[in-house]
């Protein structure tokens, strides 16, 4: 079965912790991206990366890091610099991040920080 | 900074009835995208639509495009209780690589 897949799909983390969110597919994808996404709202990008071992920062990057030093995994982390990091958190991968292809979606993972 | 808008942002018909609901953008575009999203899932594609397209159709899904109004339409015909979603369109501006999101349209397929 060829996916996109997160986990967990809830965590729970308290103020000041630094948490990891993990993202693999298996569709053989060059690019990937995270996004935030808060009630009622649409999605906002956080870091995006077209190759391996290159990312750059979205539109909402403060807060967050990623590596990608394999094809197929993207994990953000989201540090304790993150003012409000309570969101669902979806991530994403296209066949290339060039124009014009669709973004395949996993599941989420949503986080609540008390 | 977000791109496209949805309107209206929340629609509620009977099932059978079509559902229409728009987007509109601010800069020239390459691409328009529109995708849905169940409560609480990830969001999936349904149709993508370039800058010189005007019309798309795919199954029950027609959607048009107005580069000169830069705005797009997603009509659903024949609605079913399983399209109750959110819908949002998705735009790359010119020259980029990522797409901008709206805040997406919350239809309800009443029985």
Known sequence: ?114 | SQQGEEDPQALSIQEGENATMNCSYKTSINNLQWYRQNSGRGLVHLILIRSNEREKHSGRLRVTLDTSKKSSSLLITASRAADTASYFCATDREGAQKLVFGQGTRLTINP
């Open chain 1, 1 to 114: 079965d060829g996916g996109i897949t997160q986990s967990p799909k809830y965590l729970f983390r308290k103020e000041g912790q630094n948490v990891t969110l993990s993202c693999e597919q298996n569709l053989n994808h060059d690019a990937m991206y995270w996004y935030r996404q808060d009630p009622g709202q649409g999605l906002r990008l956080i870091y995006y990366s077209q190759i391996v071992n290159d990312f750059q920062k979205g539109d909402i990057a403060e807060g967050y890091s990623v590596s990608r030093e394999k094809k197929e995994s993207f994990p953000l982390t989201v540090t304790s610099a993150q003012k409000n990091p309570t969101a669902f958190y979806l991530c994403a991968s296209s066949i290339t991040g060039t124009s014009g292809y669709e973004q395949y979606f996993g599941p989420g993972t949503r986080l609540t920080v008390t």
